[in-house]
């Protein structure tokens, strides 16, 4: 049943993918040209930090066990 709804998750998911990189490539050079070479590899390093810390103070390391599926989803088939 969820086989036919594979390709546009796939295809949704790239597409995410690559709006992120373009917006990226574009933030990049707009640093690099406004902040300079280092000024933008600060910002890009701090932003890889802050997301580690974003990650550490989440429940996800809290998580243990998959979470409970609600009653009325559609049951998996395989």
């Given at each position: 049943?969820?086989?036919?709804?594979?390709?546009?998750?796939?295809?949704?998911?790239?597409?995410?993918?690559?709006?992120?990189?373009?917006?990226?490539?574009?933030?990049?050079?707009?640093?690099?040209?406004?902040?300079?070479l280092r000024?933008t590899l600060?910002?890009?390093a701090g932003?890889?930090?802050?997301?580690?810390?974003?990650?550490?103070?989440?429940?996800?390391?809290?998580?243990?066990?998959?979470?409970?599926?609600?009653?009325?989803?559609?049951?998996?088939?395989?």
């Amino acid at each position: 049943m969820l086989d036919r709804l594979l390709g546009r998750v796939n295809a949704g998911i790239r597409f995410a993918g690559l709006a992120a990189m373009l917006l990226g490539a574009v933030t990049g050079g707009l640093l690099g040209e406004t902040l300079g070479l280092r000024g933008t590899l600060v910002v890009g390093a701090g932003g890889i930090v802050l997301a580690g810390v974003w990650l550490l103070v989440s429940p996800v390391w809290r998580l243990r066990e998959p979470l409970p599926v609600p009653e009325g989803a559609p049951a998996e088939t395989a």
